[in-house]
């Protein structure tokens, strides 16, 4: 976990090979939890079950390395999954990788089946189908959306200068509209095509892990190694993850709002704070706020974010990927009823492996 310092503004956003990696390594973990009894399972992909939705997201590495490397592509009818899908997804996910981070390579211009492209937007054409079939993977094996939604912001705007309706027949179907607010995966799955109830979500892989395994609480009183909190069933006495940075007595204070999960051992612990923080004023996209120990901030809104007034109070949370501030949600008196980024807390625990570092 990240503890934020400065008041500092919005981030510049990251390279477009560093967007890649980030999508790579949520869409390999979700192609490692596959179940083997899930491999044959429908998918939101027409005509494809999980194995050849997974045999596509190989091969299309392969595609791109072979195009950046002026080679011929593998032929159409390879088995790229062969014995080992995780193996392979992460081998040529490395190696596109890499060649998408040679020198210049972003500058060039390629030709392939669709015409002339350069580097820079082929990474972004790989990008947008690596998303959307990592979400149709996580629809079709129950797992839950673990997809960098900043990344996925950035991808969405691209594909939305590439695909009219004239470059769709053939490849995808007319694009949906949700609604602004939904997270921006979900947007950018519904533009190029999909309905998010084409395939029922299949029954959860993940029991134990993530979202249904964090709940919230507003602090009460701090002590170094443990904090009495206020959860839906009253007041406990929790004590913080390994992780949790220290001095914890000057990073969490009366009011708080904190993420608690399950370790291990079966205890409970601390993985997450948000601040309890005063709105300022609304600034175009970025909300400044005021909190007691790092003064006034300036916070990218969430997509679920509703503009409340100045004066009033609002979760303010620090180091999550994308903006050195987010600003959640209004606080609330039930830490149920507080919405705040868990998805993304769980995310973050996910991508960096800290689940069985609780304890």
Do not use: K
């Not at 490692?32 to 998918?43: E, I, L, N």
């Not at 600034?283 to 120990?293: I, K, Q, S």
């Amino acid at each position: 976990m990240t503890d934020q310092n400065s008041t500092g503004s919005f981030l510049q956003s990251p390279s477009p090979v560093d967007d890649l990696a980030r999508s790579f390594d949520a869409v390999g973990a979700l192609v490692a939890r596959v179940r083997p009894d899930q491999w044959s399972a429908p998918t939101p992909c027409s005509d494809w079950s999980v194995r050849a939705l997974v045999d596509h997201l190989i091969g299309m590495n392969r595609v791109f390395s072979a195009l950046l490397a002026g080679q011929p592509p593998p032929r159409p009818t390879a088995d790229h999954v062969e014995h080992d899908p995780v193996g392979a997804y992460r081998d040529t996910a490395a190696a596109l990788l890499s060649a998408f981070s040679a020198p210049d390579i972003l500058d060039r211009e390629y030709r392939g089946p669709l015409g002339v492209a350069t580097g820079a937007d082929r990474l972004q054409i790989r990008l947008y189908d690596l998303l959307a079939h990592g979400w149709d993977l996580a629809r079709a094996t129950g797992q839950p959306v673990l997809l960098p939604d900043d990344v996925a912001e950035r991808s969405l705007a691209f594909a939305r200068t590439q695909l009219g309706a004239e470059a769709r027949p053939g490849r995808f179907g007319p694009a949906r509209d949700i609604g602004v607010r939904a997270p921006a995966i979900e947007r950018l799955v519904a533009f190029l095509g999909r309905s998010l109830e084409s395939v029922p979500a299949a029954p959860s892989s993940m029991a134990g892990i993530g979202p249904a395994r964090l709940r919230r609480g507003i602090v009460r009183r701090v002590r170094e190694d443990v904090c009495e909190i206020r959860t839906e069933d009253g007041p406990r006495v929790v004590r913080y993850a390994p992780q949790f940075p220290s001095p914890r007595i000057e990073r969490v204070f009366p009011g708080h709002l904190v993420a608690i999960a399950t370790a291990p051992d079966g205890t409970d612990v601390i993985v997450w704070r948000w601040y309890d923080a005063v709105v300022v004023e609304e600034l175009g996209t970025l909300v400044r706020l005021w909190e007691p120990a790092h003064g006034e901030v300036l916070a990218q809104p969430r997509p679920s974010y509703a503009w409340s007034l100045p004066g009033t109070r609002a979760y303010l949370s620090a180091g999550l990927p994308g903006a050195e501030w987010w600003v959640a949600g209004p606080a609330a008196d039930s830490p149920d009823d507080a919405d705040v980024e868990l998805d993304e807390v769980e995310r973050v625990y996910t991508e960096h492996n800290l689940w069985d570092d609780l304890s």
